[in-house]
């Protein structure tokens, strides 16, 4: 049962363009939503990760929105660059249990010079 | 900054047989999480140990065990390897303090079962 579900599953975006990864969740125990990057045989990094205090967070070119009432979260790449090309995985964790990871799918994202 | 490793980075068996993977988390963190990645799907859980106890388990087979020891390194211990075990296999570890338990992830071992 796939706790965490992330779409689209692969995404082509001209250089330059916008991003866009969404997640959605059932679980509302869920308090920490990390975003992972991950290149072909290496082990995924973390990006970017939001808290359900907030709605949007911020990092360079990558932005978190958050809607809790919803139970979705979503990943936005700004001004995308070929080496943003990489696997991107949601996930989600109750911080206060056991903290392991539920992660999503995964998407797929090639950025095309 | 020194990174969580893991050894060996590639490791190829045969039906049946055992194996062992290492994982070395960063200094300081007191938390080990196992995870396998099958081809093209995403990272499971599969156990994870909190100050060399086992704090929680999610799908590991009863063919599998790990432990954590003192220095807090942590071993995967597969036995009567299936074809299906092929994976990547990913050790990520996380500090109770500071950080938030925020996990890092190690760069994983490829494990191939013939």
């Known amino acids: 049962q796939q706790q965490v579900k992330q779409s689209p599953q692969s995404l082509i975006v001209q250089k330059g363009g916008i991003s866009i990864i969404n997640c959605a969740y059932e679980?509302?125990?869920?308090?920490?939503f990390p975003w992972y990057q991950q290149f072909p045989g290496k082990g995924p990094a973390l990006l970017i990760a939001?808290?359900?205090?907030?709605s949007e967070k911020k990092e360079g070119r990558f932005t978190i929105s958050f809607n809790k009432s919803a139970k979705q979260f979503s990943l936005h790449i700004m001004d995308s660059q070929p080496g943003d090309s990489a696997t991107y995985f949601c996930?989600?964790?109750?911080?206060?249990?056991?903290?392991?990871?539920?992660f999503g799918t995964g998407t797929r994202l090639t950025v095309i010079p | 900054a020194a990174g969580v490793i893991q050894s060996p980075r590639h490791l190829i068996k045969e039906k049946r047989e055992t194996a062992t993977l290492k994982c070395y988390p960063i200094?300081?963190?007191?938390?080990v999480y196992w995870y396998q990645q099958g081809p093209g799907q995403d990272p499971q859980f599969l156990i994870s140990?909190?100050?060399?106890?086992?704090?929680d388990k999610g799908s590991i087979p009863d063919r599998f065990s790990a432990q954590q020891f003192s220095d807090y390194h942590s071993e995967l211990n597969m036995s009567s390897l299936e074809l299906g075990d092929s994976a990547l296999y990913f050790c990520?570890?996380?500090?109770?303090?500071?950080?938030?338990?925020?996990?890092?992830f190690g760069p994983g071992t490829r494990l191939t079962v013939l």
């Open positions: 996930a989600a964790r109750v911080e206060s249990g056991a903290n392991n990871l539920f």
């Open positions: 939001i808290r359900p205090d907030v």
């Open positions: 679980n509302t125990a869920f308090d920490y």
């Open positions: 990520a570890s996380s500090a109770t303090s500071g950080s938030r338990n925020t996990q890092y």
């Open positions: 140990f909190y100050e060399k106890m086992q704090s």
């Open positions: 200094p300081r963190h007191d938390t």
